[in-house]
T-cell receptor, first 111, second 112 residues
């Protein structure tokens, strides 16, 4: 089936550092999403991207939809302890309302 | 406030038993989904529904079934639970174009 390759799988960073993670696909998708999952909770939508090349911010988070429509990245600036969690990229498959999720990036922030 | 709720939050069952996980949303969304989350696999789609009486198989549907008799609910049934179905299950709903999925808090199922 279709797959999203998400990297890195996990990362430890110091509080205050910037974080970058990305997601790639071998297929073109027209909607890219980033979700965050806190421990013991369901994923929560952070940013939705609908246009190739689009750069969208949500507070300290910035995400971009790649020009080729085969990738996206998420940046977190000045990380804080509550940024801990798993970040998932996802795409909505064209012509449907189904979602495909990446395997996630587990972020741990060291105070 | 509108929400999506799953029950139970935790369940332990024995191999071979039938188990039903509940999902209820008050968003009035047409689209509902069931995913399972396992280490190293992310979220994998089990079944989904685009409206009442509509159900479709996802990528890991074997051993699972769903029914959609109203807009608010999409229960997930494990016909004969197996140890390989030990997982965390998430229900989600979405409203359509540019109204992306909201997730429930998950059900942790252990099959012993």
């Amino acid at each position: 089936g279709q797959q999203l390759n998400q990297s890195p799988q996990s990362m430890f960073i110091q509080e205050g550092e910037d974080v970058s993670m990305n997601c790639t696909s071998s297929s073109i998708f027209n909607t890219w999403l980033w979700y965050k999952q806190d421990p013991g909770e369901g994923p929560v939508l952070l940013i939705a991207l609908y246009k190739a090349g689009e750069l969208t911010s949500n507070g300290r988070l910035t995400a971009q939809f790649g020009i080729t429509r085969k990738d996206s990245f998420l940046n977190i600036s000045a990380s804080i302890p509550s940024d801990v969690g798993i970040y998932f990229c996802a795409v909505r498959t064209s012509g449907t309302y189904k979602y495909i999720f990446g395997t996630g990036t587990r972020l741990k922030v060291l105070a | 406030d509108a929400e999506i709720t799953q029950s139970p939050r935790h369940k332990i069952t024995e191999t071979g038993r039938q188990v039903t996980l509940a999902c209820h949303q008050t968003w009035n969304h047409n689209n509902m989904f069931w995913y399972r989350q396992d280490l190293g696999h992310g979220l994998r789609l089990i079944h989904y529904s685009y409206g009442v009486q509509d159900t479709n198989k996802g990528e890991v549907s074997d051993g699972y079934s769903v029914s959609r008799s109203n807009t608010e609910d999409l229960p997930l049934t494990l016909e004969s639970a197996a140890s390989s179905q030990t997982s965390v299950y998430f229900c989600a709903s979405s409203g359509g174009m540019n109204t992306e999925a909201f997730f429930g808090q998950g059900t942790r199922l252990t099959v012993v």
